[in-house]
């Protein structure tokens, strides 16, 4: 019964009103009442907001009805349009046919399958492009995350944020990962200037102003968080349910955390110095270069003036290699200056709002 009820509500379109319960002073056109009758999940949802949830996925094929299932309920639950939005990314193993089935009984359903294994990044961006609603919901497959922390994330959403990233506060992880994790987010939040405990939860909450403003690719996904809060986004966190994984197996081994370090260097470069190389490089081969051409000199004074000779002196070495390499670094921040300057877009600065 409960199940059909839910099924009722989501096969509809947007509904403000509910349709039990509505007893005799229960018109929606008494504003009082409709205030006391709407039923406490409505009011997350504002009128015209609509839903899109997008879930990248790899080899998940026990997961994902369960996890529609979840979906279904908890969405139909809060009365507006969704659409669900499945990347496949090059699975091996029957997580296409599930999402086909799943679509047979739920058209929101959707999913994009690429042909091959791009990564994590590369289906959320496809996703996020993909993605009609003005709050676009991201997920894991593989049921660690649960679809019964979406409300809050949204009510948290709507209460003035731009993201809300979901924090596994307990976590359901073998020891290792966690404390690596640990470290990880520390460093994060010293580096980017925001404060949150767990950047890399699978389970968050965007506007869409975000999602369509980002740019991930690599394995950026990791730090979302961060890239949203300096491209100057109000970002926040909320404590959510972690589970310990039910199906499959873990898609990330030892290398996520040399390429996660390598990206974060990315991500803070980008935003100090993706505008204005020189300068990064510039700076660098001025101070290389002055220091070489200073203990040059100082040398060639010791050669005129105390008659000391160059040529047993390795440090005359080290000023010269100082000099060229500054040389060197002040190119590739010109170079770096004209790339930057012929990809330079007006489109690439977000502006809030105009009045
Ligand atoms: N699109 C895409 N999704 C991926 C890829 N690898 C993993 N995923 C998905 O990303 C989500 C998280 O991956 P997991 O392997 O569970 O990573 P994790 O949660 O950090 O690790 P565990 O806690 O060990 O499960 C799951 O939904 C995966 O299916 C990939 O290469 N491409
Ligand atoms: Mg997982």
Not at 88 to 107: A, C, H, L, M, V
Request: aromatic share 12%.
């Amino acid at each position: 019964m409960e199940q059909q009820r839910k099924r009722n509500v989501h096969n509809n379109k947007w509904k403000r009103y509910p349709r039990k319960n509505t007893g005799k002073d229960a018109s929606p056109k008494d504003p009082e009442t409709r205030v006391r009758e709407l039923p406490e999940s409505s009011k997350i949802i504002r009128q015209n907001q609509s839903i899109s949830v997008i879930i990248p996925l790899f080899n998940e094929e026990e997961s994902l009805t369960e996890l529609s299932q979840k979906l279904e309920d908890t969405l139909g639950d809060l009365g507006c349009e969704y659409e669900v939005v499945f990347i496949d990314d090059g699975s091996t193993d029957r997580s296409f046919d599930k999402i086909r089935e799943i679509n047979k009984r739920n058209p929101k359903f959707h999913c994009i399958k690429f042909r091959k294994n791009y990564g994590k990044s590369a289906a959320l961006a496809k996703g996020f492009r993909a993605a009609k609603g003005n709050i676009v919901i991201t997920m894991d497959a593989d049921l660690q995350d649960d679809p019964s922390e979406i409300p809050e994330l949204i009510k948290v959403l709507n209460s003035g944020y731009d993201l809300v990233s979901g924090w596994k506060k307990v976590r359901y992880d073998p020891f290792i990962k966690k404390h690596t994790s640990k470290f990880f987010n520390f460093v994060t939040s010293k580096l980017s200037g925001i404060r949150l405990h767990d950047f890399n939860c699978g389970l968050k909450a965007y506007k869409r102003d975000v999602i369509k403003s980002l740019k991930i690719y690599g394995e950026m996904h990791r730090y979302i968080p961060a890239l949203a809060h300096l491209s100057g986004f109000r970002v926040t966190e909320k404590p959510v349910k972690h589970h310990a994984r039910k199906y499959g197996k873990t898609k990330f081994g030892a290398n996520r955390f040399i390429n996660g370090f390598l990206d974060l260097i990315t991500v803070v470069f980008i935003d100090r110095y993706v505008k204005r190389p020189l300068h990064f490089f510039g700076a660098i081969g001025l101070i290389s270069s002055m220091t070489g051409f200073l203990i040059t000199l100082y040398l060639v004074f010791l050669k005129f003036f105390e008659d000391k000779p160059l040529s047993d002196r390795p440090l005359f070495i080290v000023g010269i290699f100082m000099i060229i390499l500054g040389v060197q670094f002040f190119s590739l921040g010109l170079i770096a200056e004209i790339i930057t300057k012929s990809n330079y877009s007006e489109q690439d600065i977000l502006i809030e709002t105009t009045i």
